[in-house]
């Protein structure tokens, strides 16, 4: 609550205080009737009849202390806020290849990343996102948009089959997300995921230059235990166990490039993260979303609803309902 006039305050005082001073002065001295001796004043009056007399002036006062808070303008105070946000532009670039049906991550990698691609996309306001997904070659399984139920259904489609040519082109896959980010606003993010290192395709460390002159961040993540991860397989009579190599030795997939994943991140930028489970891979995506949150501008706006119309019709009843009783005390006095 706030008061509008608030300045009004002291000559509003001072005129209700001349007003109670001269009805309190007028009573004294001059007396609301005469009478010319106490007998009839005892047949015109009753112990009722004098309170009744007393309630016009009650009421005035009311009134008029009614009326002063209509004139200083009661206000309520409702503060409104406006944000004014600006989302990001994101890629995510995941790794498709054979390499990515590993169970060092439950159930393998690529579904766990793909459930925490969703979660990252659960946790999206007002960025836009896209998704692109490479092997050997790489190509856009959907566009920049700010539909994200669209971009959920996409995650879910992708498999290990989704790219037929076998590789990992990293620089590929960077370079279709730059293309898909160019003519996008300020900020623009690439979330490359990979378990391995790039063998075809452009060179990543060149696609990630591109990047940095394009003003697009990276941020990569290589995903896989350490050591790398055993290779299962089933032979002949469907028992399923560890792959041997031609040496007889156990076989593995292959760890992540980390040094030029590493530096592809940082010549835009951006971070590298190790993700060995699919608790600390939830938790780079967590990180990279804080990273890239932006600023919100908030501006407060305070709207008034004018709340001095009640106290002054009030006022005016209060006036008019002693004005009446005053009349009505006068008529039964003087009958």
């Known amino acids: 609550m706030r008061w509008a ?21 007028r009573d004294i001295k001059f007396g609301k009737f005469k009478i010319s001796n106490l007998v009839m004043f005892a ?3 009753t112990s009722g009849k004098n309170i009744l007399m007393f309630i016009p002036d009650v009421l005035k006062i009311i009134g008029v202390i009614l009326l002063v808070i209509a004139v200083l303008r009661p206000q309520e105070v409702k503060t409104e806020t406006k944000e004014s946000m600006k ?5 995510m670039a995941l790794d498709v290849s054979g390499s990515m049906q590993a169970q060092d991550l439950q159930p393998n990698r690529l579904e766990a990343a793909k459930e925490v691609c969703r979660n990252f996309v659960n946790g999206l306001k007002s ?8 092997a050997g070659k790489s190509f856009t399984q959907c566009p920049l948009t700010a539909d994200y139920e669209i971009v959920r259904s996409f995650i879910d489609q992708i498999d290990i089959g989704t790219v037929r040519v076998n590789g990992t082109a990293v620089g590929e896959a960077i370079l279709n997300a730059v293309n898909r980010l160019e003519k996008s606003g300020p900020s623009k993010v690439i979330i490359l995921t990979t378990d391995g290192r790039s063998n075809t395709g452009m060179d990543t460390l060149q696609a990630a230059k ?3 002159y394009k003003g697009i961040k990276i941020y990569t993540i290589g995903i896989g235990q350490k050591g790398g991860a055993p290779m299962l397989g089933t032979d002949a009579y469907g028992r399923r166990g560890q792959i041997m ?3 007889g030795r156990p076989a593995k997939w ?7 994943l590493t530096q592809a991140a940082q010549l835009t930028g951006g971070r590298y993260f190790r993700a060995t489970n699919k608790e600390s891979l939830a938790q780079i995506y967590a990180t990279i979303n804080q990273l890239e ?3 919100i501008d908030v501006k407060a706006y305070n709207k008034y609803n004018e709340k001095f119309e009640i106290f002054l019709w009030l006022g005016f009843l209060c006036l008019v309902v002693a004005l009446v009783l005053e009349i009505f005390v006068w008529v039964r006095v003087l009958v």
């Open 5 to 25: 006039n608030i300045n009004l305050i002291y000559y509003l005082l001072a005129g209700v205080l001349l007003y109670l001073a001269l009805a309190i002065f």
């Open 293 to 295: 949150k932006q600023k």
């Open 127 to 134: 960025d836009r996102v896209g998704l692109i997904v490479f």
């Open 245 to 247: 190599d031609q040496f």
């Open 43 to 45: 047949k015109k009056t």
């Open 210 to 212: 591109l990047a940095g």
């Open 87 to 91: 989302g990001i532009d994101i890629i």
């Open 254 to 260: 292959e760890e992540p490039d980390e040094a030029t």
